[in-house]
């Protein structure tokens, strides 16, 4: 498995001696920023134009025009990925979907990880496979979320009443999963503090150890080649 071209940073003696690998490029965080962003901006006027108490919101219009605004900032995350870090987006999609014997032995554990308790988990690699799952859920209902969406956006007056309510269906369906899928990402990304991985880029490496062990042997072994 490749990486996303990893370096070790040994931060000023004097402000800490904590030693840190790079996590996500300034490229990937941007990224990140545009799908989260654009996904809140979907979830909350999807909200306004279909949840009966909040309709009121959404009589001017203003919460459609966004929620079209949001919809064409999502569907451009794939392609903004592609052309700031073509590598990183490979190695996402393809990550996401291989799972080896020891994210088999992880999922199995999978309580205790929930419970914040990652130390003695099976070993794991640059993504644990409880994010490889989430992260391979998110392209799968992205892509139905998109092109449910595009059908009743420019396909609304030929697709007939039965073919627009199965749109529609498919298009809050994919919403709600997605939805669940980041409250469990929100979730872990606290529980682990995790934030600083696409804030800064960078994690501790003692914290790497624990949970990506695979990960950390990788980037020791593509330095070691390098010197
Ligand atoms: C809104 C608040 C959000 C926060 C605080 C957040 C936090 C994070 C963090 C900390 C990571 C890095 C985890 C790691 O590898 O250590 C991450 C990665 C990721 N998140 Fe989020 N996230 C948010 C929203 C979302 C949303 C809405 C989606 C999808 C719809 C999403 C999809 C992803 C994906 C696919 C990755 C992997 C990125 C890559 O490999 O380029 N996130 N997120």
Redesign the pocket.
């Known amino acids: 498995m490749t990486t996303?071209n990893p370096v070790m940073e040994k931060p000023n003696r004097e402000r800490t001696e904590e030693e840190k690998l790079l996590?996500?490029r300034v490229g990937?965080r941007i990224?990140?920023a545009v799908?989260?962003t654009s996904?809140?901006m979907l979830l909350f006027t999807g909200l306004m134009i279909l949840w009966q108490p909040l309709t009121l919101w959404a009589r001017d219009g203003t919460s459609g025009l966004i929620h079209r605004i949001g919809a064409v900032l999502f569907m451009l995350v794939p392609i903004l990925?592609l052309i700031v870090d073509r590598r990183?987006?490979k190695?996402?999609l393809v990550e996401?979907f291989t799972y080896d014997k020891d994210d088999i032995a992880w999922f199995k554990h999978a309580g205790r990880y929930f419970l914040g308790r990652a130390v003695g988990m099976p070993p794991q690699g640059?993504?644990n496979a409880g994010?490889k799952l989430?992260?391979a859920g998110?392209?799968i209902t992205?892509a139905t979320v998109v092109f449910s969406g595009i059908f009743m956006w420019y396909a609304k007056g030929n697709l007939g009443a039965s073919g627009l309510a199965l749109a529609a269906s498919i298009h809050d369906l994919s919403m709600l999963t997605?939805t669940v899928?980041?409250a469990g990402?929100?979730y872990f990304?606290f529980v682990?503090k995790?934030?600083?991985?696409?804030t800064t880029g960078y994690?501790p490496k003692e914290e790497a150890l624990i949970e990506h062990p695979k990960w950390v042997e990788e980037i020791e072994h593509q330095q070691a080649a390098h010197d």
């Open positions: 996303a996590r996500y990937q990224v990140h799908l989260a996904f809140l990925y990183g987006a190695e996402l996401s640059r993504l994010q989430h992260h998110v392209v992205s997605l899928l980041l990402h929100l990304t682990y995790a934030l600083s991985a696409m994690v």
